[in-house]
């Protein structure tokens, strides 16, 4: 499968909202709503932030959500916070208990 | 809540085999499925295959077909990962995590994420 596309790269400024898409295909985000999006800070583990398409787990901010239309699935933090700046990447079930991941986002906040 | 530690880190020659472990924190590894996700350096993440915990179920990416090898080993709720013929764009740090469903059935998320292991593969 091909790695979903994703921005290498946003930015905002404190307070603002932004939103980072995840584009697939009809095989994968088109056609199962099993889209997941992990939080990666520098030299640290991944942690899921929101999971089947716009489930959040326990815990997690509620300034986060998660979307999808089509083939494109999004991801949107309101009101960015310094603490939000990391790396972003989604995650999409694929059939046959496979997966495939975007290449990730960093997320800037200026 | 399942937590997962993984073993340390390794440097391996062109051609060779490594074998990494992820050990379970409790029992409950067991209603999982536990999938292997790496990233090289600087890079994003990659799939490289699922197993069932208790059922042995498997799958892996295309790209490593042949060249992967997960196992689990319920005495010791342990999950292991072996990837042969190593190159030098193996070298990266190797996650297990474990593999969730909901009521909807569909293993389709990981949470928790073990803390990575890293691969050097180098001559």
């Known amino acids: 499968q091909s790695a979903l596309t994703q921005p290498a790269s946003v930015s905002g400024s404190p307070g603002q909202s932004i939103t980072i898409s995840c584009t697939g295909t009809s095989r994968d985000v088109g056609r199962y709503d099993f889209v997941s999006w992990y939080q990666q800070h520098p030299g640290k583990v991944p942690k899921l932030i929101i999971y089947?398409?716009?489930e959040r787990p326990s815990g997690v901010s509620n300034r986060l959500s998660g979307s999808k239309s089509g083939n494109t699935a999004s991801l949107t933090i309101s009101g960015v916070q310094t603490e939000d700046e990391a790396h972003y990447f989604c995650c999409s079930f694929a059939g046959a208990s496979s997966f495939v991941f975007g290449g990730g986002t960093k997320l800037t906040v200026l | 809540q399942v937590y997962l530690v993984q073993s340390g880190p390794e440097v391996k020659k062109p051609g060779a085999s490594v074998k990494v472990s992820c050990k379970a924190s409790?029992?409950?590894?067991?209603?999982?499925?536990i999938s292997w996700v790496r990233q090289a350096p600087g890079e994003g993440v990659e799939w490289m295959g699922w197993?069932?915990?208790?059922?042995?179920?498997?799958n892996s990416a295309q790209k490593f077909q042949g060249r992967v090898t997960m196992t689990t080993d319920t005495s010791t709720n342990t999950a292991y990962m072996e990837l042969r013929s190593l190159t030098s764009g193996d070298t990266a740090v190797y996650y297990c995590?474990?593999?969730?469903?909901?009521?909807?059935?569909?293993?389709?998320?990981?949470?928790?994420w073990g803390q990575g292991t890293l691969v050097t593969v180098s001559s």
């Open positions: 995590a474990v593999t969730r469903r909901t009521k909807t059935g569909t293993y389709n998320f990981f949470d928790p």
């Open positions: 089947e398409v716009s």
């Open positions: 409790n029992h409950t590894f067991f209603n999982y499925g």
């Open positions: 197993i069932s915990a208790r059922q042995g179920n498997r």
